[in-house]
């Protein structure tokens, strides 16, 4: 089961969520937030998968909500809820480690898979919004970045396709490798760098040039097997 907790300032919205995540049946709302400080209340109470979190709430705003509870529990899996209206504070929430947003008038089933994504680590976020991210964040600093040596050439690979925007599956049938051996790089590669997430993993791999910005590899990675798996 998912254990999810929605922020939202409005009732009705809270509501609408808890009701479509609910219906899907492997999710549980633990939680509901009228605030911030009181989504970082529980969040602390309760460790859920994911957080869904409002940026425009009272007291504690979501920005700040996100940064405290990834500075206690920086795997926490926080997806910000957003009308496109906010992009300052949007853009600032994923900078601070945010996995990635959804539009609040989404369809329900595609908010429940991107639940279902963001509580496997994968950010819930379609190949265009993963565009409008990754050039968002590349205009703040356009100097390139040199090729990241600590990374094994398997984990280059992989780098370059999570910066095309594949989900772990997809680059598991890319690399004829297993999804487990995917997570297991993923993972090295976030650690390697210093990063909180996929999503911060995808605009490296556009600063270090692995990908141009048609959002194609550089140099494609091999799909046969190396010494790197």
């Given amino acids: 089961m998912i254990r999810v907790v929605v922020a939202d300032d409005q009732a009705l919205v809270r509501a609408g969520v808890r009701m479509m995540l609910e219906a899907a049946g492997d999710m549980e709302v633990c939680g509901e937030a009228a605030d911030g400080a009181e989504a970082v209340r529980l969040a602390e109470r309760h460790h859920p998968d994911v957080v869904l979190m409002d940026l425009r709430m009272p007291r504690v705003d979501g920005l700040e909500a996100t940064r405290r509870i990834l500075a206690a529990r920086p795997s926490a899996r926080i997806v910000v809820l957003t009308t ?12 601070a480690g945010a996995l990635g947003f959804l ?3 989404d369809p329900p089933a595609h908010m429940v898979e991107a639940v279902r994504r963001a509580a496997v680590g994968e950010p819930p976020l379609a190949p265009s919004v993963l565009r409008r991210v990754v050039e968002r964040a590349l205009a703040a600093e356009r100097q390139a970045l040199p090729p990241p ?7 280059s690979q992989v780098l370059t396709l999570i910066g095309v ?18 997570k297991s790089h993923v993972a090295a590669i976030t650690e390697k760098l210093g990063l909180r997430n996929r999503t911060q993993a995808a605009v490296m791999a556009h600063r270090f ?4 910005a048609a959002f194609t590899p550089v140099a494609p990675p091999r799909n046969a097997r190396d010494t790197g798996m």
């Fill in 165 to 182: 925007g594949l989900s772990n599956a997809e680059i598991a049938g890319r690399l004829h490798v297993g999804v487990t051996t995917v």
């Fill in 149 to 155: 040596a600590a990374l094994t050439e398997r984990e």
């Fill in 103 to 105: 539009v609040k008038d």
């Fill in 84 to 95: 496109f209206s906010e992009d300052e504070d949007l853009y600032a929430a994923l900078g």
């Fill in 209 to 212: 040039g692995l990908v141009d």
